[in-house]
C-alpha cells in the first residue's frame, strides 16, 4: 500500500491557550515541552509534583500534511495511529474522524472523503487523564493498586504511568508510536496466521491469511515466500510449504535461533495490492502440566524439549515512552543473554513493546512470557469495555502471534490471586465479571486470532477458578515473604515452587545514578529526596533490617549503596541457586525486576542508564548454564553449658552441579575448607558427569 508518514515536525499546546511549542511525533507533551526547555527534567530531585500537575490540561497536536492524487485515487485512505495516548479526538480539516480511549489499540479509520488534493491539516487533541481518572473514581468505585492514582484502572493506559511501588506519577500523553495515511486498493491484509507441523523430520507451513474487502467484490489469492537462514527461497501460490532438513529454533543455551523470512502477498483480481512480512523460528512451544509426585508439573517445552526458565520481569524502559528507541531496547535485552537468560517475563502494568523488543528476542533465543495490560486492578466490565478490550487483544496478537520467542499469553498479574483474597473485590458481581473476563472473554478473543499459543489466566495462578493460585505444588508462584514479608534468604529453601515467576528483594541504584537525581544535600538513604526515588513503604529501613543480619554496618553513603546491591545479589542467588539444585520439581525462576523507568532504589538487576548492579553479575554465575553450587547446612549441638566457648556447633555442606544444557557436562569439582586468613583446613576433588538438562 502507498503510505505517508505523518510523523516528524507537529506543533503544540494547551487547549484555551496560544502557549505553541514544536513537538516530534512519535512524541508526547513531556518530551515536548522539555525539549522547548519549558519544563524541568521530571527525574531530577521532587520535579516529578511539577510535572504531574501540567497533566491536569488538555493539549492539542497539529500538523499540515499534503496529498496528491495518487494518494486518494485508491478505494480508502486509511488513517493508521498506531499509538495514541490516550483520551482524544482526532481532527482531519476539521472533521472530527476519530475518538480514542485505548493507548493500547491500533487505531484505524478511513479518511478518503475528508482529505482533499493539496495541503490538508490534522489536529489530535489529548484529554487530561488526571481529571478522567478521579471523576471515573468518584462516580463508580473500582479501585486497584494504592501506589497508583485512584481511578486508574477506568483507563486503558499503562497503570505504571499513575504511579507504583517503583515508578513515579507521570501520566504523560500523546502520539507514542507512528501514524500515517494508507491507500487500499479493493482489499488488505489484517495479518497472518502461520501454523507449522513437525513430523519426520519435516516442517510443513500453513498460512491463514486474514483480509477485509474495502470496495467491489475481488478475487482474492495469495502468494507466500519463505527465504531460509541460508538464503534459499520456497514459494507457494496460498498452499502449504514443506521445509526440508529444518533448522530448529532454540531458547538461548539450548541451540541456535536460525530465523525464516516470511513475505505474503495479497493478490486482488490478480494483482497486489498488499503485503505482509515477518520472521518466524521454526519450533514447537508449549507449557508442559503433568500430575507428578509432587503435585502438578509447569515447565516451558521447546521442541519436545522441557528445560528451567532463567529471567527477570521486563517493566516500560523509560516513562516517557517515546525516548525508549530499538536500539535501547536490543540492547537490554542483549544483557540479558549476557547474564545467561533464556527467558523473560513482560509484566502486565505496562504497555504492549514495540516490534522491536519481540525481534531482539527472537534472535537472542529469550522466550518471552507476555501479559495482558491488566494488573493489581477491578475493571468495570460493560459492554462497551468488553469491545475495548477485545479489539485491543486482538490488535497486539495478531502483531505478535507469529515470533518465534513468543511462549505464551497470560491473563493478567496478581488479580487472581487478589480478587481470591478480597483484595480490591467489593461486590459478588466484580468476582464473577473476573471470571468471565479472564476465564471466558480474553480466552476466546485470543483463539479467534491465535490458537495456537498457550494461554495461562493469571500470575500467579494454579490453572484457574481461583483454586488455591499461588499454590506451590502447581502453576506459578509469586514469593514475597523475602522482602515484604521480612523472612530471612534462608526461607527460600523451605519452600520447592514449581516456576517462580516472580521474587525479588531491593537496592539502591550506584552512586553515579544517584547523582543524577539529587543534590550532595540529599544524599542520606532517609532524606526527603531520596525517599521520593524510593515508592515501596519502609523499604530503605527494611534494606538496613537485612543489613544488619548480613553485613558489617557501611560507615559512609556509598559503601552503603554499594553493600545494598551486594545483598540484594546475595537473597536472589541463595533463592535461583536452591531451586536449580531442585531441577525437575522446580522449572522456572524468573527474579523481580529487570529494569527500571526512572532512576530510583528498585529490585532491579540494571538501573535506569542501563547500570548493572551487583545482581546482574550475580545473575550471570547462578544462571550459568552449567552451575556449581553450595547448600551448606548447621544445626545447633544440645549443650548444657551455655559458657562453652566456642558454643558447639555441627557443619555439613553439599556440592550440586546442574546442567542447563543438551550435552552431558565432565566436571572437576573442587572444594576447600578454610580459616579466615586463607589457610586450607581440608580439601577434595571430585570428577563427575552430569547428564543433560538435570542436576
Not at 123 to 138: D, G, K, Y
Not at 232 to 252: F, K, R
Not at 455 to 468: E, I, T, V
Not at 506 to 533: C, W
Request: charged share 20%; with cysteine.
Amino acid at each position: 500500500m502507498q503510505r505517508l508518514d505523518l510523523g516528524g515536525t507537529w506543533r503544540m499546546a494547551t487547549v484555551g491557550q496560544e502557549d505553541w511549542t514544536a513537538a516530534t511525533v512519535p512524541g508526547s507533551v513531556y518530551t515536548a515541552l522539555l525539549a522547548a526547555g519549558r519544563m524541568d527534567d521530571p527525574f531530577w530531585r521532587d520535579n516529578e509534583m511539577k510535572a504531574l500537575k501540567l497533566m491536569d490540561h488538555d493539549y492539542v497536536f497539529e500538523r499540515a500534511f499534503t496529498a496528491d492524487e495518487s494518494l486518494l485515487a485508491g478505494d480508502a485512505l486509511l488513517l493508521t495511529c498506531l499509538g495514541l495516548d490516550t483520551l482524544c479526538e482526532v481532527r482531519i480539516n476539521d472533521h472530527l474522524v476519530l475518538e480514542a480511549d485505548n493507548m493500547h489499540r491500533t487505531w484505524v479509520v478511513d479518511v478518503k472523503e475528508h482529505v482533499r488534493v493539496g495541503e490538508n491539516s490534522l489536529s489530535i487533541t489529548f484529554f487530561s487523564p488526571t481529571r478522567f481518572v478521579q471523576q471515573a473514581f468518584e462516580d463508580s468505585f473500582i479501585d486497584g493498586s494504592t501506589d497508583a492514582m485512584r481511578g486508574f484502572p477506568h483507563l486503558r493506559k499503562a497503570h505504571c504511568m499513575f504511579g507504583w511501588d517503583w515508578g513515579p506519577r507521570l501520566p504523560d500523553a500523546g502520539i507514542w508510536r507512528d501514524i500515517y495515511l494508507a491507500r487500499v486498493d479493493k482489499a488488505r491484509l489484517l495479518g497472518v496466521t502461520i501454523r507449522q507441523a513437525h513430523e519426520n523430520g519435516r516442517v510443513t507451513l500453513s498460512f491463514d491469511p486474514e483480509t477485509e474487502v474495502v470496495a467491489g467484490a475481488p478475487e482474492l489469492s495469495t502468494r507466500v515466500t519463505v527465504t531460509t537462514p541460508n538464503g534459499a527461497t520456497l514459494t507457494s501460490d496460498g498452499g502449504d510449504i514443506a521445509v526440508d532438513n529444518p533448522q530448529l529454533w532454540w531458547p538461548n543455551g539450548l541451540g541456535e535461533q536460525p530465523l525464516y523470512a516470511v513475505n505474503v502477498e495479497l493478490l486482488g483480481d490478480g494483482a497486489a495490492v498488499d503485503t505482509w512480512k515477518g520472521r518466524i523460528g521454526l519450533r514447537t512451544m508449549t507449557m508442559k502440566r503433568e500430575k507428578d509426585e509432587w503435585g502438578e508439573s509447569f515447565e516451558t517445552c521447546v521442541n519436545g524439549v522441557s528445560f528451567f526458565a532463567m529471567g527477570a520481569d521486563y517493566i516500560p524502559e523509560d516513562n516517557l515512552l517515546p525516548r525508549v528507541t530499538p536500539q535501547h531496547t536490543r540492547t537490554l535485552l542483549t544483557q540479558c543473554k549476557n547474564a545467561n537468560m533464556n527467558a523473560i517475563r513482560v509484566w502486565g502494568g505496562g504497555h504492549y513493546p514495540s516490534d522491536a523488543f519481540y525481534d531482539a528476542c527472537d534472535e537472542l533465543g529469550l522466550v518471552v512470557w507476555q501479559d495482558f495490560m491488566f494488573a493489581c486492578a477491578m475493571y468495570e466490565l460493560t459492554d462497551a469495555f468488553e469491545q475495548n478490550i477485545v479489539a485491543e487483544i486482538t490488535d497486539n496478537v495478531r502483531r505478535l502471534r507469529h515470533h518465534a520467542s513468543l511462549g505464551l499469553w497470560c491473563g493478567n498479574n496478581e488479580m487472581e490471586w487478589q480478587v481470591d483474597d478480597n483484595v480490591y473485590t467489593m461486590t459478588h458481581k466484580q468476582k464473577a465479571d473476573y471470571i468471565r473476563m479472564y476465564e471466558y472473554i480474553i480466552p476466546r478473543a485470543l483463539k479467534k486470532v491465535d490458537d495456537v499459543t498457550f494461554y495461562w489466566p493469571a500470575s500467579p495462578s494454579s490453572g484457574g477458578g481461583f483454586d488455591h493460585p499461588n499454590d506451590p505444588n502447581r502453576g506459578d508462584v509469586h514469593y514475597w515473604e523475602v522482602w515484604h514479608g521480612n523472612k530471612p534468604f534462608t526461607a527460600y529453601r523451605e519452600l520447592f515452587f514449581r516456576y517462580a515467576s516472580e521474587f525479588g528483594f531491593q537496592s539502591f541504584p550506584s552512586l553515579k545514578t544517584v547523582e543524577a537525581f539529587t543534590e550532595p544535600g540529599d544524599r542520606n538513604i532517609f532524606s526527603y529526596v531520596m525517599e521520593k526515588h524510593q515508592r515501596n513503604q519502609s523499604a530503605n529501613g527494611k534494606i538496613m533490617n537485612y543489613m544488619a543480619q548480613t553485613f558489617l554496618y557501611p560507615n559512609d553513603f556509598d559503601t552503603l549503596l554499594y553493600a545494598s546491591q551486594l545483598l540484594q545479589a546475595e537473597a536472589i542467588r541463595y533463592g535461583v541457586e536452591h531451586w536449580r539444585r531442585n531441577r525437575g520439581r522446580c522449572m522456572g525462576a524468573v527474579y523481580w525486576q529487570l529494569n527500571d523507568c526512572w532512576p530510583v532504589a528498585s529490585w532491579s538487576s540494571i538501573d535506569y542508564f542501563g547500570r548493572w548492579k551487583a545482581l546482574h553479575y550475580a545473575a550471570k554465575r547462578f544462571f550459568a548454564p552449567v552451575l556449581l553450587s553450595c547448600n551448606e547446612e548447621g544445626t545447633l549441638t544440645q549443650n548444657t553449658n551455655l559458657n562453652a566457648q566456642p558454643f558447639p556447633l555441627e557443619k555439613s555442606f553439599a556440592l550440586n552441579v546442574s546442567n542447563e544444557t543438551q550435552t552431558q557436562a565432565a566436571c572437576t569439582v573442587r572444594w576447600a575448607l578454610r580459616r579466615p586468613d586463607g589457610t586450607v583446613i581440608e580439601q577434595g576433588e571430585d570428577e563427575i558427569i552430569v547428564p543433560a538438562l538435570s542436576a
